[in-house]
């Protein structure tokens, strides 16, 4: 008899590469009319900083055209920037906010 042929026995090695759910800026954009006391009380109800921190963000975005306010997953980044944009158009604000890919 041949026992030879039948081990068909293979290793195979599998390496699990866990990764991260990629993370998304949410970006405040500068305009001529909203007020800067909405975009403070914006920064403090949706992104939950102080007034002073909030101040502080308002003044960069009125300076520098944008900025940063927050770092999120794609769903919590895109309910943010939805928020935002709700909020400003029921107080007829043209204040714009978007999302980027980190
Ligand atoms: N530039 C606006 C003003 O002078 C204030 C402002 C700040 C508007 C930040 C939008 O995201 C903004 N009234």
Redesign the pocket.
Same mark, same amino acid.
């Given at each position: 008899a041949n026992d030879d042929d039948d081990d068909t026995s293979v290793v195979v090695e599998t390496r699990t590469r866990t990764k991260r759910p990629p993370l998304y800026k949410v970006l +405040? +954009?500068? $305009? $001529?009319?909203?007020? =800067?006391e909405? !975009?403070v009380a !914006?920064l403090e109800r949706f992104f939950g900083m102080d007034h002073a921190q909030a101040f502080e963000i =308002?003044?960069t !975005? /009125?300076q520098k055209g +944008?900025?940063v306010v927050g770092v999120f997953s794609h769903e919590i980044a895109e309910t943010k920037v939805a928020q935002v944009l709700d909020f400003a158009r029921q107080h007829q /604000?043209p +204040?714009?906010?978007t999302m980027e890919k980190e």
């Open positions: +405040l +954009l500068n $305009d $001529d009319y909203t007020p =800067m909405f !975009v !914006v =308002m003044l !975005v /009125h +944008l900025a /604000h +204040l714009q906010c």
